[in-house]
């Protein structure tokens, strides 16, 4: 069993697919790249910091590393909702960084193959398309996939200066 989970975080197999871990925002499941997501921790209160972004919550203390916690709902444009016992923050590590987002929740962990990817549609939205690896589809359920590297390094995310990424 301990096997079987640590290949789940650990490993892709291209044979096998893709995984991504799977969170709600209001009523949409989001999927991002397993291999991106260091861990998953409750929504615990937050160290605001002035001026930052709306979206940017603030900052938590993981371990002795200051993590920025950025509000994928108000990212998104999405209506604002009560923090719940559901609510979660990812932590990621993104370009040698550590960055959190929050969401409404995670539900689960799926494997989609190549024919299950679909390429991101053409549209104006909340979410640019730039920042879509694609929709997946798993029976009746679609996924919004995000290449959350492109996103979070971003220039309107302003969560890191331009010469880190080069």
Do not use: W
Request: proline share 3%.
């Amino acid at each position: 069993m301990d096997n079987d989970r640590n290949k789940l975080l650990t490993g892709q197999d291209e044979s096998e697919g893709q995984k991504f871990l799977v969170f709600t925002l209001g009523s949409e499941e989001y999927g991002i790249d397993i291999l991106k997501v260091q861990e998953i921790r409750d929504y615990e209160a937050v160290t605001r910091i002035a001026h930052a972004p709306e979206f940017i919550k603030g900052v938590t203390n993981l371990r002795g590393i200051i993590v920025p916690i950025v509000d994928l709902r108000i990212k998104f444009r999405l209506e604002n909702i009560q923090y719940n016992h559901q609510t979660v923050v990812i932590i990621l590590n993104i370009a040698e960084r550590v960055v959190g987002i929050l969401v409404d929740g995670v539900s689960d962990v799926l494997t989609l193959g190549r024919d299950e990817i679909k390429p991101p549609p053409e549209f104006g939205a909340a979410l640019s398309a730039e920042y879509l690896s694609g929709l997946g589809t798993v029976g009746q359920r679609m996924l919004i996939l995000i290449d959350i590297e492109k996103l979070m390094c971003s220039a309107d995310m302003a969560l890191f200066d331009s010469a880190e990424l080069v």
